[in-house]
């Protein structure tokens, strides 16, 4: 299968790295936002074509399907760009940031047929793995998932502390990680919200540091602590609480409670939750099936955000 990548930032390198270990998938053009950046790097990864204008990529016969890696705001149009050039799509998280946005999006993933699904790399982590195969089968009840997503970012940089052009958000894209989670692991959306957050940044005009509760129909609780003032290591951990043991998660890793790692080498074909996404993504579309993390079964974590939004208004 041959796709595109849009995007030339650290998420499109890491999509690289994970096709590069994926038989049968080739990315023969790169659509990129800046020339030099994206120019170097499809020379540095041998892709053939490269490209500014996302139609001229979409518009080559050989491309069957898009990777969306590219900033927040561009998500839902682009996406919505591809379906309509009858092309099958992954993009980043989020989908959109706004609800209208993502219900936008599945409708039309629903015309046309076509996979369209979002990287919710929590479902895709071996550890969040491992712990929603045994929630499921009745073997952990989660009481309460306890999250911190720490990040130092005063200034407008991204993940390599590059200076961008449009700006991150606490709630629409970090904590859309988190409440897509708990939601998938608990098996429904939220029965009650609340979020609070702090002083808004004087140029950046977005909220620092923020609070988000969630509490499942099941009774399970989530507590979110989210903040680019953290002067520290950034990332984020999960610490799920459960009947049966604690458990800590952070990327690709777990351990119990007791900081002892937990074997998760079998049987997965990888132990990178991205390249697990995009391994589902490609067996959706040879499947012909819906994937995990499929727009519509996305789109309920965006009601969700939606509704701690208005509870901050």
Same mark, same amino acid.
């Given at each position: 299968? $041959? ?10 390198? $890491? %999509?690289?790295?994970?096709?590069? *270990?994926? @038989? ?62 009858? $092309? !099958? ?13 993502? *219900? ?15 990287? %919710?790399?929590? *479902?895709?982590?071996?550890? %969040?793995?491992?712990? !929603? ?39 629409? !894209? ?27 940044? @004087? ?30 290591p950034f990332g984020t951990t999960f610490r799920y609480i459960c009947d ?70």
């Amino acid at each position: 299968m $041959k796709i595109c990548l849009a995007g030339e930032g650290a998420f499109a390198n $890491k %999509h690289l790295d994970a096709i590069a *270990r994926i @038989p049968d998938i080739e990315v023969t053009t790169l659509a990129g936002g800046a020339a030099a950046a994206t120019e170097t790097l499809a020379q540095a990864r041998g892709i053939p074509h490269w490209t500014l204008d996302l139609d001229e990529a979409l518009a080559r016969p050989d491309v069957a399907a898009v990777i969306l890696a590219t900033p927040t705001p561009l998500h839902a149009q682009q996406a919505l760009q591809v379906l309509r050039a009858g $092309k !099958h799509v992954l993009v980043e998280i989020p989908m959109a940031d706004n609800l209208a946005d993502a *219900r936008a999006l599945v409708d039309m993933q629903r015309q046309t047929g076509l996979v369209a699904m979002v990287n %919710h790399t929590r *479902r895709f982590n071996p550890g %969040h793995q491992w712990l !929603h195969r045994r929630i499921q089968a009745g073997e952990l009840t989660l009481q309460q998932l306890d999250v911190q997503t720490f990040f130092f970012r005063r200034t407008n940089t991204n993940a390599l502390g590059q200076p961008r052009d449009w700006t991150d958000h606490l709630l629409w !894209h970090h904590a859309c990680h988190t409440v897509d989670l708990f939601q998938y692991q608990v098996g429904a959306p939220a029965a009650q919200v609340y979020a609070l957050q702090g002083p808004l940044h @004087p140029q950046l005009g977005i909220a620092m540091d923020m609070a988000v509760g969630l509490k499942a129909p099941c009774g399970a609780i989530c507590n979110l602590s989210l903040s680019f003032n953290n002067d520290g290591p950034f990332g984020t951990t999960f610490r799920y609480i459960c009947d049966g043991g604690t458990y800590v998660a952070r990327y690709d890793d777990l351990h119990d409670g007791y900081g002892e790692p937990v074997d998760l080498s079998a049987p997965s074909v990888s132990t990178d939750g991205i390249e697990l996404c995009d391994r589902e993504f490609a067996a959706a579309i040879a499947a012909g099936r819906e994937p995990n993390a499929s727009v519509a079964q996305a789109l309920p974590a965006m009601e969700t955000l939606d509704r701690l939004q208005r509870a901050l208004a």
